[in-house]
């Protein structure tokens, strides 16, 4: 059988971690964990980190491995990923990757553009820019230079717009000249597969996925974290709402409807991004994992 790495995508809170443990656990697999946000070890409660029983169930790897003051771009996650799938594929020739995060799954399965280095002292003053002056001056500064990518990417994600504005003022060129979507070759096959629901279901989901975060302790997880609140990680949302209620901006119950808001927003970005790729096989969050897993049988049989 040649190397098979099953990937597991879908937006936030649908059932991803229990459908690739069961997936790990059939096919004697380890897990690749994709999602951007539990990358990080000071933060747990507000990225749901698997629970202990959970990461007992089946070996995972990028979970909470670094720390919220160290850098680590998506570029970082390709490297790594892909060196440690080559020790995963030599136990056995299937791997399980699972994440919400469209662009960090894209790296590992696809690969990414090239974009050049710039001084970094760009990215400091667009930061500082984006304090004092807010996002939307970012945002029409972006439109200016780059309408292009103005026009594709999550415009109230600050990292993605500086990202793009960096590489427009270091180089002189539009961002969007540097992507080629052109796939990287890569040493093994690969398979992914979608779990979907009605979004009103998603939406409840969220909710009572929100609700849950505040019971065990997320506000005493993001008051210790509040006096970093100026690092890229921490401009995440469960944080940067409640970083607001501590500043006596918002209430803590308004904080909390905020979440619960941007949270749906975002699901509604990982859907944009992962309905674009044809190549996902979606299930609705419901189905048996015993179909799921006949399929995949299915598939690397004909790889």
């Not at 690739?20 to 690749?32: D, G, P, T, V």
């Not at 690969?111 to 984006?130: M, T």
């Not at 629901?197 to 989901?205: E, K, L, S």
Request: glycine share 4%; proline share 3%; hydrophobic share 40%.
């Amino acid at each position: 059988m040649n190397n098979i790495l099953i990937s597991v995508v879908g937006p936030t809170a649908i059932g991803k971690t229990a459908l690739s443990i069961k997936l790990a656990q059939h096919f004697n697999a380890e897990i690749i964990s994709a999602d951007s946000r539990q990358f990080f070890k000071e933060m747990t409660i507000g990225t749901a980190v698997p629970s202990t029983e959970e990461l007992k169930s089946a070996p995972h790897h990028f979970i909470q491995h670094k720390s919220i003051f160290e850098s680590y771009s998506v570029g970082d996650f390709e490297r790594d990923a892909i060196d440690r799938l080559k020790i995963l594929f030599e136990k056995t020739p299937v791997a399980i990757m699972v994440g919400g995060s469209g662009l960090y799954v894209n790296a590992v399965n696809k690969g990414l553009d090239y974009f050049p280095e710039v001084d970094a002292n760009i990215r400091i003053i667009l930061n500082k820019q984006l304090e004092s002056e807010g996002l939307t001056v970012l945002q029409n500064q972006l439109r200016l230079l780059d309408l292009t990518t103005y026009n594709k990417i999550a415009l109230d994600n600050p990292h993605r717009v500086i990202r793009a504005l960096e590489i427009c003022l270091g180089t002189g060129l539009p961002y969007s000249s540097f992507i080629t979507n052109t796939n990287k070759e890569r040493s093994f096959k690969t398979i992914t597969i979608g779990l979907d629901a009605d979004r009103p279901v998603i939406y409840d989901r969220i909710n009572q996925r929100v609700d849950i975060m505040v019971a065990n302790g997320l506000c005493e997880e993001a008051k210790n974290l509040h006096p970093n609140k100026a690092l890229n990680a921490l401009n995440t949302v469960g944080y940067k709402e409640l970083f607001k209620y501590f500043e006596k901006e918002y209430t803590l119950d308004f904080a909390i409807s905020e979440i619960k808001k941007n949270t749906r927003r975002f699901a509604k970005r990982q859907f944009t991004w992962f309905k674009k790729d044809n190549a996902i096989t979606w299930f609705n969050y419901k189905t048996e994992s015993n179909t799921i897993v006949d399929f995949l049988e299915n598939e690397t049989k004909k790889i």
